[in-house]
């Protein structure tokens, strides 16, 4: 199971960081992939990381702006989110990614989301 959290809502140039915790079982040897809804759109990718945390990649509307990193140790993976604009807003959503950590990332059947966190940016 995963769980997201740390959602909230923030003026736009705001900054929040989002959590994705794993219970019952270890993220170690698992990339993880943060993806957004927007209200009335399509689901998004924003950013993934590698098993180790060796190899990250961002989308190009989030890079220089989303910081996504883990702790194994936590069994927990972050994105720290800065520099928050009103388009940010969606819900966020953390998912295993069995496939890996590469451009084009996505999930297959056997992969984990979470619930979903809101992500909120308004003045």
């Known amino acids: 199971q995963l769980v997201e959290s740390g959602g909230g809502l923030v003026r736009p140039g705001g900054s929040l960081r989002l959590s994705c915790a794993a219970f019952e079982f270890s993220l170690d040897n698992y990339a993880i992939g943060w993806f957004r809804r927007a209200p009335g759109k399509e689901r998004e990718r924003v950013s993934c990381?590698?098993?180790?945390?060796?190899?990250?990649y961002y989308s190009v509307s989030v890079k220089g702006r989303f910081t996504i990193s883990r702790d194994n140790a936590k069994n927990t993976v972050y994105l720290q989110i800065d520099s928050l604009k009103p388009e940010d807003t969606a819900e966020y959503y953390c998912?295993?990614?069995?496939?890996?950590?590469?451009?084009?990332?996505?999930?297959?059947?056997?992969?984990?989301w979470g619930q979903g966190t809101r992500v909120t940016v308004s003045s």
């Open positions: 990381i590698g098993g180790s945390g060796s190899n990250t």
């Open positions: 998912a295993t990614l069995r496939t890996g950590c590469d451009y084009g990332f996505y999930v297959i059947d056997r992969d984990y």
